[in-house]
């Protein structure tokens, strides 16, 4: 079995981001699926990122009601940390 991504050069806090929600949707490739689950293994700060995504999806799953306003919030300013490049922390208001 070839494994296509490189353990030399792992996906990126940002990279991540940008594919994130495609990933937990399973609408992503393999080669990128798997180089974002080896980052989610390590990286905890995507993981929770992941998290809170799950946790949007089960809840819409589970009953037709809008997701918890909180974690879209958070989820929200995750992706725009990455997206802007800024270390987390400090951001709460
Ligand atoms: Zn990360």
New binding site residues.
């Given amino acids: 079995m070839k494994l296509t991504f490189r353990k030399d050069r792992p996906a990126s ?1 940002r990279q ?1 981001g940008k594919v994130l929600q495609r990933y937990l949707d399973g609408e992503i490739d393999d080669e990128t699926r798997l180089r974002v689950a080896d ?1 989610l293994d390590e ?1 905890r ?2 993981g929770l990122g992941a998290d809170t995504y799950l946790q949007i999806k089960a809840a819409l799953a589970r009953q037709a009601t809008e997701p918890p306003a909180d974690a879209l919030a958070r989820l929200r300013s995750f992706g725009e940390r990455l997206a802007s490049g800024h270390e987390p922390g400090g951001a709460k208001s």
């Fill in positions: 806090c991540v980052h990286c700060r995507c």
